[in-house]
């Protein structure tokens, strides 16, 4: 006669504690892999934030808007890349303020239906005025337009002088 193996009712089987032991180390390389995921997409957020709050700061800067504005109405500057002339999204350069004091030197592209051009500004703030030393635009073939030619009023027409 052979025996048969007893099987206790209330103990697992040998192989069922093997999977279950496989299964909870899936379930931990799982939520540590997920884990890491929010963290990176948490700081890549952040850093995101961080920097569309630095673009939206230098784009409200009056040296940026000046030169803007004098890049749309520039008849020279339509008449070679076309009209409408849209900014980039992106600025490059720097703007540091004290008070009423400080310097802004920015590079942004513009781009028109006939092609595009790289705005330069530099200037300097002085007891809360602006004072720039470079304003112009360069086309994609070499053009260098200069900005400061056309002064403009605030509300974008050429002042009076």
Not at 87 to 92: D, K, N, R, W, Y
Not at 137 to 149: N, P
Request: proline share 6%; glycine share 10%.
């Amino acid at each position: 006669m052979s025996q048969s193996p007893v099987i206790d009712p209330i103990q697992s089987p040998p192989s069922f504690q093997q999977e279950r032991k496989k299964s909870n180390s899936g379930c931990i390389v799982v939520g540590v892999v997920g884990g890491c995921l929010i963290a990176v997409m948490v700081c890549g957020g952040v850093i995101a934030t961080g920097v569309v709050g630095a673009f939206a700061l230098i784009k409200s800067s009056e040296p940026y808007t000046e030169s803007l504005a004098r890049a749309q109405t520039n008849e020279e500057l339509r008449s070679t890349i076309g009209d409408p002339v849209d900014p980039s999204i992106f600025v490059l350069g720097s703007i540091k303020l004290n008070n009423d004091d400080g310097n802004a030197d920015l590079n942004y592209s513009v781009s028109g239906p006939n092609g595009a051009a790289t705005v330069h500004v530099t200037g300097t703030k002085l007891d809360g005025n602006w004072d720039y030393s470079r304003m112009d635009a360069t086309t994609d073939d070499g053009t260098k337009i200069d900005l400061l030619d056309e002064p403009t009023s605030e509300n974008g027409s050429e002042a009076d002088q």
